[in-house]
């Protein structure tokens, strides 16, 4: 697979010390170079030698497999299979911290990578998740929750776990939202698992700072990375391979 990478040359200003300089931008340049097969062709000996002992050592934590996807996962708006596995993810999870979710929510923008079919690695994981970002837990009342919903509608979608139904117009606003089959009841207290990230309403989701309840796991093992890795793994030791569909939790009328 052919991969672009973009450079973008920047001369910056250089403060030769506290008082003003007489350097100044003199311009901007941008280059794309095309980065394949080619590159690997005539390889630099000084610099392979250089890298091979950090290689060895990056190499055996991002290297082992962890499991297996059963096809091509990306993230995309309004769903998409990557972006419907990992709220599946938090709300299978929940169980090792006592927690039984009503639903769970993923940022598209904590999604940055997608996974391909075959063998996942650590590496895999931890593109897709490079965040210090960890699983937590929060209430929301009914009103509050159909508030989150009209704000991931406005937003043309976001990752919502399995049993969440939205209808969004093309210009995103909310027609209708049902959860398990179920109108939202605007009196009642719904659970969602969801990243610590969220639950200060960034990504334009303000509803879930309105959350009580909280269950914010702090160890570094709550990690959402570590957390998607262990689901992985689980799976992976019952002999399953991991799988994710576009299945209508948004549609677009």
């Known amino acids: 697979m052919r991969k672009f990478l973009f450079f973008s040359v920047i001369v910056v200003t250089i403060l ?8 100044h931008v003199a311009g901007v340049s941008l280059t794309r170079i095309l980065v394949d097969s080619i590159y690997d062709a005539h390889p630099d ?14 190499d055996s934590v991002m290297g082992p497999v962890v499991g297996m996807a059963a096809c091509d996962m990306v993230a995309s708006r309004p769903e998409d299979k990557l972006s419907n596995l990992l709220p599946d993810i938090l709300v299978y999870m929940s169980k090792y911290y006592q927690e039984s979710p009503d639903f769970a929510v993923y940022n598209m923008g904590g999604i940055r990578a997608g996974l391909t079919k075959g063998e996942i690695t650590y590496g895999d994981v931890l593109s897709v998740a490079p965040f210090e970002n960890k699983i937590c837990f929060l209430t929301l009342s009914g009103d509050k929750v159909l508030e989150l919903f009209s704000q991931i509608a406005k937003r043309g979608g976001e990752g919502l776990s399995r049993g969440v139904q939205l209808v969004i117009t093309r210009d995103c606003k909310l027609v209708s939202a049902r959860l398990h089959g179920k109108e939202i009841n605007p009196q009642a207290d719904y659970r969602i698992a969801t990243i610590d990230y969220l639950i200060q309403g960034n990504d334009g989701m303000p509803a879930l700072a309105c959350g009580y309840n909280l269950n914010m796991p702090k160890d570094q093992k709550n990690n959402v990375r ?4 262990d689901y992985f793994h689980e799976m992976l030791m019952k002999g399953e391979v991991v799988d994710a569909k576009v299945e209508g939790r948004i549609v677009v009328m």
Request: charged share 10%.
């Open 16 to 23: 030769l010390s506290a008082c003003t300089s007489h350097y």
């Open 45 to 58: 000996e000084t610099a392979v030698a250089f890298l091979a002992p950090y290689k060895q050592q990056v």
């Open 226 to 229: 570590f957390v998607i890795r």
